[in-house]
Every structure is written in C-alpha cells, then in structure tokens.
C-alpha cells in the first residue's frame, strides 16, 4: 500500500521546500535560544564581602594615619577590623528595565569583636540588630528589661550588644557598585 502523504519531489523541489522549512523554523529556535541565555534577575547582583586590619600609625609630625592592610590569619584583643561589602550590578543592559532595587546589605558583629560606634558609612541608611538579625532599628536602640520587682524599664543597648547592621541601599543602574563598611574591634 502506497503512503498517502507521500508526494515525490525532484532533488530542486526538495531543496527549495527544506528551505522554506528552515526559514519557517529557524526563528522559533534562534529566539527561544536567545530567551534562554539572558540572564536572570537573580544573576545581575554580584555582592562581594572584604575584610581588613585598621593599622594606626603617626608619624614625626604627630599626624595620625590609617592604612587598611590584608587580614592576617590571626588578630589580636584591641585589633580593629574593617569590613566592606560592595554590591555591583552587573548588568550592561538598559537602566529602565536592568535597574536593581531593594536590595539589603547584612553584615555581620562576629562573637569576640564589638562595633566600634559611628564607623558605618552611609549612616542614614544603617540599621542594627541586636538579637541575631530578627529586626532592626535606627542607632541607639532601647529596649524594655523586666526589673526585679515587676516594673519595666528602659534600657540602651551597649556597643556590645549589636550583633548586626543592615542597610537597604539606594537602586543600582547597570555597571553601578556601591561599598558599604563597619568597623569591629577585636575583644
């Protein structure tokens, strides 16, 4: 029995109808593959995390310097550290639709250091926690103790107390970064 769909064609014929095939499939194809090789929104934030000794020196004239040098595998009770946190939008496409928003910046006050008071840049943004991360409040931050007697009291957090600092940064365009940083001391 003869395939009823079967239409024999001359070798031109079939050239010609494998080319219209192509022109009509190729598109389909060629977008889908560039559908999937844009990157996702997830992927155009790049955040990175530095930390470094705070090293003072003065010199012959009495003038105070820091120099902000590699962390060394050891530090000591009184070392100072700087930590940095950059976040890059890496994105080179259109500022309309590339643009990153909401984006918060967590650092963290490891057990064995306290934050050194007023060394976050972009203060007005900075918020702190000092109950692991749960919430965050603007600097200083107060809180209700129980007394002994029944009575509540207020109270300001120690420097000791904050356990970490966030900051919801202002939108980043394509190929824009902004640094973030704090400063702890070791105990």
């Known amino acids: 029995m003869q395939n009823p769909f079967y239409v024999p064609l001359s070798r031109k014929s079939a050239f010609l109808f494998g080319i219209v095939?192509?022109?009509l499939i190729a598109p389909f194809a060629f977008a889908q593959e560039n559908q999937t090789s844009q990157p996702d929104k997830n992927d155009l934030?790049?955040?990175?995390?530095s930390a470094s000794l705070v090293v003072t020196n003065t010199d012959e004239k009495g003038v105070v310097r820091e120099t902000l040098q590699p962390l060394p595998d050891k530090v000591y009770p009184g070392d100072v550290i700087q930590y940095s946190i950059t976040a890059i939008n890496t994105s080179t496409g259109c500022p309309c639709t590339d643009m990153l928003k909401n984006i918060a910046l967590?650092?963290?006050?490891?057990?064995?250091?306290?934050?050194i008071e007023?060394?976050?840049?972009?203060?007005?943004?900075?918020?702190?926690?000092?109950d692991g991360g749960v919430s965050y409040h603007p600097?200083?931050?107060?809180?209700?103790?129980?007394t002994a007697d029944g009575s509540?009291?207020?109270?300001?957090?120690?420097?000791?107390?904050?356990?970490?600092i966030q900051w919801i940064i202002p939108p980043l365009g394509p190929q824009e970064r902004l640094t973030v940083s704090y400063r702890v001391r070791v105990e």
């Open 152 to 164: 509540e009291t207020v109270k300001t957090a120690t420097a000791e107390q904050y356990t970490n």
């Open 118 to 130: 007023e060394s976050v840049t972009l203060p007005p943004l900075a918020m702190f926690s000092i």
């Open 21 to 23: 095939v192509f022109c």
């Open 106 to 115: 967590i650092g963290t006050i490891n057990k064995g250091t306290v934050y």
């Open 45 to 49: 934030l790049r955040v990175s995390l």
């Open 139 to 146: 600097w200083p931050i107060s809180y209700i103790v129980e």
